[in-house]
Each structure stands twice: as structure tokens, then as C-alpha cells.
């Protein structure tokens, strides 16, 4: 590579993590506040496709990969109702999931390559990617009472579609999911309006009766 070009290259990425850090400095806090507006309690994170940043003691020179250093670039945030204890998912509460989809080629490279394959060679350009974040409601259909119980639901449940429709999921649990562009949650309003319509498909789904 030519050094111009390098030096190129560099500057795109000192610019990149700064916007980065400024991004996630926006979303972390819409996420939080989407939980709150949905009585939901932070209860669990990670990475959607690989793990965590490794602890400070394990060496991440080895045997891992650049991935696993760059956790949020699509992670999933499980929040539980009010009242609601992590071992024991009765039939009449639900769970929330948000995922924040910070590239949506990403997951999608992972679901059909989960090797460590070259970042600039994803599947779609960013151009054809998106941004979104994902609200995603689990609902059991019998009281499921083990360890861990909703963390189960979640992570033995496929992703449903953003489509909106309801899967089957661990247990008979049911799960749905609404998709929003991020670009879209900075209008006024916007994240007001996501909540209300999130609650209306809960609603309607049958998750619960109402919303006070």
C-alpha cells in the first residue's frame, strides 16, 4: 500500500473510533430509556454473534479473534419485567430483548460464515447495510421454572423475523420482534412513538392485556 494511502487509512480509522464511541455514547442511553418506558429491569448483555472482550488476566493475542474486541458492533441487551425473577418464567409475564445492530451485514455474515473471516469482506457494502435496533418481546406459554430460566427462552429461541410475525420458541415460549432504523429514532418523537407501537403488538399478540 502506498504510504499515502496508508496514511489515509489511519486517519479513517482515529475518525472511526471516535464516531464509534460517540455513537454507542447516544445509543446506550435510548436503549436504557426504552427499557424504563417498557417497566423493564437490565438483567443481562453480550455480543450477538461471538463472545465478550476477554477478562484482563486472559491474553487476547491468542487464540481469539478481532471480533471479540469489538463487542458492540451487534449485541443483545435482556431486560425482565417488574417482579419478574430470572429462574422462574411464568405464562403470564414476558421478556424484552434489545439489539442494537450497529451493521446488519454483520449478523448476517456470521449466520452463514462463523469463521474469522476478513471485516471488509461482509456480504453486503455498507451502503446496502443498515443500523437498526430491535426490540424483541419472549413470552412463555407455561411456567417454565429452571436456572436461568429466560435466559433459555432467549438463547434457544431463533431471532424472529422483523416482519413483526410470532415464532415458537424454547418451550412453546412465543417471540416477535420490532424493527427500527436508528436514523429514524432522532426525529421528534420517535422514540415515544416506538415504545407506544411496541406496546400495541403486545397488545395484540397477546403478551399482555394492557399497559397502565
Known sequence: MPNNELQQALLDVRKSQRLLIAFHQRMLPIIQNIATALNSNFYYWHPSNHHKTPQCATNPLNNRWAWDLSPLNDAVFLFLTDNTTRDIAQDNEWGLVIRLRTDTSIGDSFSQQHKNWDALALIDTP???RTSLELIAYKPQQTISENWAWWYIYERTDFPPISGDVIEGYKGSKAFCLSVDIEDLFEDDAIDATVATFK?????????????
Open 127 to 129: 451502503e446496502n447495510s
Open 200 to 212: 400495541d403488538q403486545l397488545i395484540t399478540n397477546g403478551f399482555v392485556e394492557c399497559f397502565e
